[in-house]
């Protein structure tokens, strides 16, 4: 069994920052892929940033530079300044797992937290 949990979110004005947790635990081989997603209601979840076990990332376009994906010991972090009413929306971690070295990876996700940027 695999969990995540995020951690993090809240209200913060236009041009603050957060930091998003997003801490992976149970049965853990290795993880291939950590990601961050987004949703707003009536909106399809979309992709804000994901960093492979290479550690290589890739962002959203609408990130344009502000927000920062890491992780370390089985936790991915998403750094996000310069936040904008836009940015307003449930934040989603997900994670390909690899539960045992001869076993498939599958993917998880977090239950979200939410992001309000707002005066």
């Known amino acids: 069994q695999v969990q995540l949990v995020e951690s993090g979110g809240g209200l913060v004005q236009p041009g603050g920052s957060l930091r998003l947790s997003c801490a992976a635990s149970?049965?853990?081989?290795?993880?291939?892929?950590m990601a961050w997603y987004r949703q707003v209601p009536g909106r399809q979840r979309e992709l804000v940033a994901s960093?492979?076990?290479?550690?290589s990332t890739n962002y959203a376009d609408f990130v344009r530079g502000r927000f920062t994906i890491s992780n370390a010991k089985n936790t991915a972090y998403l750094q996000m300044n310069s936040l904008e009413p836009e940015d307003t929306a449930v934040y989603y971690c997900?994670?390909?797992?690899?539960?045992?070295?001869?076993?498939?990876?599958?993917?998880?996700w977090g239950q979200g937290t939410q992001v309000t940027v707002s005066s």
């Open positions: 997900n994670a390909d797992i690899q539960s045992t070295s001869w076993g498939l990876a599958y993917q998880y």
């Open positions: 149970g049965s853990i081989f290795s993880i291939n892929r």
């Open positions: 960093q492979i076990s290479g550690g």
